[in-house]
């Protein structure tokens, strides 16, 4: 980051210098949401943007996926966020001139996040061509605790000169064409291709309903056109000022404004206070979304609009209660730290029983779509702090599960599938080989779900819905997996073929080793939760058996596959083999790869990538980390150092799962590269695309690095245990986790551990294999004999180079073929690079 126009402040992220150059950036970075609702950081004059963008938590549209070639089973409905009507513009002009960042001279700037109090705020001087000194004050908040209400706030003072002053507040449907002053839709200003961006709608989507003014109150309502969704965007516009003024309104089926014309005294401010409320629904009438939206509106003014800002800051406090990461002696990573979580809590609070998408409410990557990036990224850190978002986000799983079992039935299988990517619950994933293969999601699903219940101790939820869960996903095992028998005719070895791990740059294997790991979960964990309710309770147990049709001899079924599973292992290089060949493919050699060649997936095609072994993201590595129990040392440090040169990293949910394998396995210092990558993924841009929306993975990945890699926290089969891994140059390391409705807060230093406990029960754990128990109300302080093992530097292609395949070929690295003569296709203009004459290219 650049320090002297991002200086480091623990608290806020600040802006001290406007630049168009990186306004999709900045965009993304002092977005408000609140899981809900998101206001991208646009400025309120409304000019350059890479996206004017506002979103909200599964507002969307759907059109037919047109597949060039059909096959059975695809994909059919797609399904995109859309950006819902802006009410972010609040226009200032002086002297009928307006405010214009491109040719204005701004005397004064800054621009401020504070995470604190959840509030974004700009201050800037503007000195007009005619001479007048304009001091503009803004803030904006998207309300955490009154999930549909945003409230902006603009003061406008002539400092040296009475003027006429004009605030023009627009509500505006920016989805369906140009805005006002002729700027592009967003999304269309973009060139060349990219998957992660989100799908385009070229037709109209917001079909117009009820729209009007009534003094400073405006309304502007929609349904979509193909989904039948329906939302109500309703605002207050509110006047303050010793000034005199006039006030115009205007309306239109597109655009409302609320004018006022002030005469400006010399030093006189005048303020203008939106109070914004969106409602959407699958289709509930717009009139009754506009009366929705009346009533929070009426509500906000009988408290006054001083209550929204306490009230925010109020609940800020709670949230950092039970959630912050204190880094001692860092600042700069304290701030980058906050920054993550704070993402988290504007991604997923108020998300209220849908998914946290994988920009949260930030832009309109990936089209708005949940992926397993809920389950595998963002509810540990939910679970651990504030459950009962944890129990919302699986919920959403929950309510799926009629669409689930509709796409099992399609792929040929018992129980239920989810979607590798959707909004609806039905499966949007055209690319069936990255996306509908990625059957472990499933267990993903089983995964958080079990992480949920034995951390809470929320039997009620399994009983009635989770067990649904469990049940469903495991029978999708039973039937995709299969036996292979031995000679005597007796089963022998149980196999899932034809699926894609987390890794997209290898598709449709068999064994793939963290399918195959993940789905002995879920069977095993199906097998124990219905035995354990048939113990427990026995009524719940028998409503579930009829509702769900289950066999007595399902549980056997499913222990006895999870038992007999296959795990990949190769004794020549003493390593799991990500699956069946993957060891037979050739090396990628990714130190001879330039950066322009990379991410691989904008440079290569597929077929290039699948051929080799070459990783966009940990897999093997993960399933070490889920599945660490299952693993020892030696095998951790084996994997991670033949996978680790292999990993390109192309996704952002890899650097985070290698920071917490490699502080595990003792590269600490690599932990730490790994974790600086991903805490400044989006501050710093590393992926070139944060204009896109938030990493929201990648920051829920953050704070699992910080209290799973760093803090050494496990709870394999809901046993709490601490090996810490506190990186030499941070003085302490504290979080807070809830345990069973004990809030334990955890302090890290080089050689000792401390746990306070408050609330709830006692809690036991252990420490490197030492019992300790804390009670509620007390403290336990652990000495630290070190920080575990240390091994310097990082692997590398050459320790790989050395060893043998299972034929007995030496292991090579190379890199594809690079022809000068392939023709290089930049936006529509093929150009050829070197020798043309070679492919008869008349250029
Ligand atoms: C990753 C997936 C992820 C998706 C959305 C892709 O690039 O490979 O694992 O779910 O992004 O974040």
């Not at 505006?172 to 200003?189: C, H, I, M, W």
């Not at 969704?229 to 239109?252: C, G, K, P, Q, W």
């Not at 595998?376 to 944890?390: D, H």
């Not at 080793?513 to 147990?541: D, G, I, K, S």
């Amino acid at each position: 980051m650049d320090r002297d126009r991002f200086p480091v402040d623990e608290w806020r992220l600040i802006e001290k210098r406007f630049s168009l150059a990186d306004v999709g950036v900045t965009e993304t970075l002092f977005t408000l949401g609140n899981g809900y609702l998101g206001l991208r950081g646009n400025h309120p004059e409304g000019g350059h943007a890479h996206e004017h963008g506002t979103f909200i938590n599964g507002f969307h549209e759907t059109f037919p996926i047109r597949h060039a070639e059909q096959a059975y089973g695809f994909a059919e409905v797609g399904q995109t966020i859309i950006n819902a009507p802006d009410a972010k513009v609040m226009r200032v002009y002086v002297d009928d001139e307006p405010l214009d960042f491109d040719t204005a001279d701004i005397r004064e700037y800054e621009r401020v996040l504070d995470m604190r109090r959840g509030v974004l705020t700009r201050h800037l001087r503007w000195v007009t061509p005619a001479g007048k000194d304009v001091q503009i004050d803004v803030d904006r908040l998207v309300s955490f605790d009154e999930k549909h209400l945003a409230v902006m706030r603009l003061t406008v003072t002539v400092l040296n000169s009475d003027a006429p002053v004009t605030i023009v507040c627009q509500l505006v449907n920016r989805q369906d064409g140009e805005d006002v002053y002729g700027g592009t839709a967003p999304g269309t200003q973009r060139a060349g291709f990219d998957p992660r961006k989100a799908e385009k709608i070229a037709e109209r989507v917001l079909a117009p309903q009820e729209y009007w003014q009534d003094g400073g109150r405006t309304a502007l309502s929609y349904r979509v056109t193909e989904s039948g969704m329906t939302i109500a965007v309703v605002a207050d516009h509110l006047i303050d000022t010793e000034n005199e003024y006039s006030a115009r309104t205007s309306v239109e089926p597109d655009i409302a404004k609320n004018v006022f014309r002030v005469q400006a005294k010399a030093g006189v401010p005048v303020t203008v206070t939106k109070l914004v409320s969106y409602h959407t629904s699958r289709g509930v009438p717009t009139r009754e979304l506009v009366d929705r939206g009346r009533r929070t509106l009426d509500r906000v003014a009988a408290e006054g609009v001083q209550s929204a800002y306490d009230r925010q800051a109020e609940w800020l406090d709670g949230f950092w209660r039970r959630s912050d990461v204190v880094i001692e002696g860092h600042a700069d990573l304290q701030q980058a730290t906050r920054w993550c979580l704070f993402q988290l809590a504007q991604a997923a609070a108020r998300a209220d029983g849908l998914g946290v998408p994988a920009k949260g409410v930030s832009g309109s990557g990936y089209s708005g779509h949940y992926f397993w990036d809920t389950e595998i990224y963002v509810l540990p850190f939910l679970t651990y702090t504030t459950p009962q978002w944890a129990r919302n986000a699986l919920r959403m799983r929950y309510l799926m599960l009629p669409a689930a079992r509709r796409r099992a039935a399609q792929l040929n299988e018992a129980g239920a599938l989810f979607p590798w990517r959707t909004i609806s619950g039905e499966e949007a994933s055209a690319y069936y080989a990255a996306g509908t293969a990625q059957y472990h999601i499933n267990a993903d699903v089983s995964f958080a779900l079990g992480k949920y219940v034995r951390a809470t101790g929320d039997d009620d939820f399994l009983y009635r819905e989770g067990v649904d869960i469990a049940v469903e996903t495991a029978r999708l095992w039973a039937t995709l997996g299969f036996w292979r028998y031995n000679e005597d005719g007796q089963p022998e070895v149980f196999h899932i073929h034809g699926v894609t791990g987390p890794d997209e740059y290898t598709t449709v294997v068999n064994d793939n080793l963290f399918t195959n790991v993940m789905a002995r979960f879920n069977l095993r964990f199906a097998a124990r939760v219905v035995r354990e309710m048939a113990e427990a309770a026995p009524e719940a147990y028998a409503l579930m058996a009829k509702r769900l049709d289950l066999d007595p001899a399902e549980p056997d079924a499913w222990d006895a596959a999870a038992e007999a599973m296959h795990i990949p292992y190769s004794e020549g290089l003493g390593i799991h083999p990500q699956d069946a060949v993957f060891l037979e493919r050739e090396v990628w050699d990714l130190e001879s790869t330039p950066p322009e060649q990379r991410p691989l997936l904008l440079h290569f095609h597929p077929l290039v990538i699948y051929r080799y072994q070459v990783l966009k993201q940990a897999d093997v590595v993960l399933a070490l980390y889920l599945q660490g129990n299952h693993f020892t040392d030696e095998e951790k440090l084996a994997d991670f150092e033949y996978y680790d040169p292999l990993t390109t990293g192309d996704s952002t949910l890899s650097a985070v799962v290698q920071a917490i394998l490699a502080a595990e396995v003792g590269y600490q210092d690599l932990a730490l590269q790994y974790f600086a990558q991903s805490i400044f993924v989006d501050l710093g841009d590393l992926h070139h695309n944060a204009a896109d929306g938030v990493h929201v993975a990648s920051a829920g990945g953050v704070w699992t690095a910080l209290v799973a890699g760093f803090g050494g926290m496990r709870d394999h089969y809901g046993e709490l245990s601490f090996d810490p891994r506190l990186p030499e140059a941070w003085p302490s390391l504290s979080y807070t986790l809830h345990w069973r409705g004990t809030e334990l807060k955890v302090r890290i230093t080089r050689d000792a551990m401390t746990v306070d406990a408050a609330g709830g029960g006692p809690v036991s754990f252990s420490v490197r294999g030492a019992s300790v128990t804390v009670e509620p109300g007390g403290s336990v302080t652990v000495p630290l004999d070190g920080q575990g093992p240390r091994l310097s530097g990082r692997p590398t292609l050459s320790d790989i180079g050395e060893s043998l395949r299972e034929d007995g070929t030496l292991l090579s690295a190379s890199v594809p073929t690079m022809t000068t003569s392939i023709p290089v296709i930049t936006g529509s203009q093929p150009v050829v690079g070197g020798d043309d004459s070679a492919l008869g290219i008349d250029t």
